[in-house]
């Protein structure tokens, strides 16, 4: 099985920093995953740790310890148009096979005040 | 460049009833999966396939029924709609299936309502 937790709402002001964190837990790890979606629109991907560390792509950077079960995703000079739900998700690793199963967590609320 | 296609985008079912709900993709991709989106729930998922001919549960299997027969297709019966199944239901594709680097498409949804 496998259990993602995170925070149900972040607020912050444009030009901010905000960090949104994940734990989890599962049978199998094979890497944290992170999504966008906008009300009324779809999940989008935005990042991926495979490995223990930091990557940046952009504003957005997205940090994993795999020995403390925990990732975050940080999102930096924070704009209106960030206000969304982010996502963080990992792959389960069902007897016999790892793949197309990714599991979401329930989603953290991203609020940006001008 | 359509990506993943969902429809109907809309759909209102009296209790009892059935329905398909259409995924079609056309980027090549071997795996492809449906969710749920629930309120406070996140995204569940309730059924995927590895590629045609192969498909599992997910953690919400219950009430759906899907099947693959081509690479492009990936559809999701219900086969008496219950209340408890209005949601937002979204399919996805990936390439490698791994929820790696390629990450995973999604559709723009269909919002059902069963009253």
């Known amino acids: 099985g496998q259990s993602l937790e995170q925070p149900s709402e972040v607020t912050a002001v444009e030009g901010a920093i905000v960090q949104i964190n994940c734990t989890y837990q599962?049978?199998?790890?094979?890497?944290l995953s992170w999504y966008q979606q906008h009300d009324g629109g779809a999940p989008t991907f935005l990042s991926y740790?495979?490995?223990?560390g930091l990557e940046e792509t952009g504003r957005f950077s997205s940090f994993l310890s795999r020995s403390d079960s925990y990732g975050y995703l940080l999102l930096q000079e924070l704009q209106m148009k960030d206000s969304a739900s982010y996502f963080c998700a990992v792959r389960d690793s069902p007897k016999g096979s790892t793949l197309g199963r990714l599991y979401f967590g329930r989603g953290t609320q991203l609020t940006v005040w001008p | 460049n359509a990506g993943v296609t969902q429809t109907p985008k809309f759909q209102v079912l009296k209790t009892g009833q059935s329905m398909t709900l259409q995924c079609a993709q056309d980027?090549?991709?071997?795996?492809m999966s449906w969710y749920r989106q629930d309120p406070g729930m996140g995204l569940r998922l309730i059924h995927y396939?590895?590629?045609?001919?192969?498909?599992d549960q997910g953690e919400v299997p219950n009430g759906y029924n899907v099947s693959r027969s081509t690479t492009e297709d990936f559809p999701l019966r219900l086969l008496s709609a219950a209340p408890s199944q209005t949601s937002v239901y979204f399919c996805?594709?990936?390439?490698?299936?791994?929820?790696?680097?390629?990450?995973?498409?999604f559709g723009s949804g269909t919002r059902l309502t069963v009253v």
């Open positions: 996805a594709s990936s390439f490698s299936g791994t929820g790696g680097l390629d990450g995973y498409t």
């Open positions: 396939s590895v590629g045609a001919g192969i498909t």
């Open positions: 980027m090549n991709h071997e795996y």
């Open positions: 740790n495979g490995l223990d």
């Open positions: 599962t049978s199998g790890f094979y890497g």
